[in-house]
Structure formats: C-alpha cells, structure tokens
C-alpha cells in the first residue's frame, strides 16, 4: 500500500503563489508517475499535471501551462507543485496520485489510470 500526504495549501489572493508537496511512504512503485488533479465545489475532478518519476517528463493541463510547475526529490519520496500568477479560477482541493508506469508513449492525465490517492489540500485564491 502507498500512502499520500499533502500539504502546502492555504489562502493567498490573485497573482501569488503557493508551492504543494505530496510525500509518498509504504510500498512504492520502482517505475510510476505522480500527478496533480484538482477539484472544485459541484465540478468532476480534473488534471493539472504529472511527471514520470524515473525520466523527469512532465505534462500540463492548458489552463495552468505556464504558471505551475511539477517536480520531485526522489531522495525525499516527495513531488512539488509550484504555483505562481494564481487565479481565482484556481480554488480548488488539490490531489496528488500515483500510478505505476506503462510502456511506450502514455496519456498519464486520465483519472482512472491512478491507483492511489491523498485526501487533498486546499487552496483557495481571492480576487
């Protein structure tokens, strides 16, 4: 079993920045990829971003391209979102997953390919 913690949300107002951590414990994946969804009141959970642990490759949603940033610590277990010129449109409880790895070119940002998930963090940006 993979455990997910994250933490790093709060309250900042339009055009700041925040950055999330997601740390990973228990049984790990030898080759995954870990990503950033989001989900706002009354709306379905969506994809920000992911990043392939053992290669680096990251991807992003359109509307955060640009201003969010994915990366990891391998020392650490642990991926960061990095948030900057956040938006009102932003709010929005923050998930980190993790899924195991597929051969080949994948499309990593489908929510039913993750297998584990934290209990998110929120970040809420006023206007």
Request: proline content about 2%; hydrophobic content about 30%; charged content about 20%.
């Given at each position: 079993q993979v455990q997910l913690v994250e933490s790093g949300g709060g309250l900042v107002q339009a055009g700041g920045s925040l950055r999330l951590s997601c740390a990973a414990s228990g049984?790990?994946?030898s080759s995954y990829a870990m990503g950033?969804?989001?989900q706002a009141p009354g709306k379905e959970r969506e994809f920000v971003?992911?990043?392939k642990?053992?290669?680096?490759?990251?991807?992003y949603a359109d509307?955060?391209?640009?201003?969010?940033?994915?990366?990891?610590?391998?020392a650490k277990n642990t991926v960061y979102l990095q948030m900057n010129?956040?938006?009102?449109?932003?709010?929005?409880?923050?998930?980190?997953?993790?899924?195991?790895?597929?051969?080949g070119s994948f499309d990593y940002s489908r929510r039913s390919l993750y297998d584990y998930w934290g209990q998110g963090t929120q970040v809420t940006v006023s206007s």
């Open positions: 049984r790990t994946f950033w969804f989001r971003a992911y990043i642990w053992s290669s680096g490759s990251t991807y509307s955060v391209k640009g201003r969010f940033t994915i990366s990891r610590d391998s010129s956040l938006k009102p449109d932003d709010t929005s409880v923050y998930y980190c997953a993790a899924t195991r790895s597929y051969s």
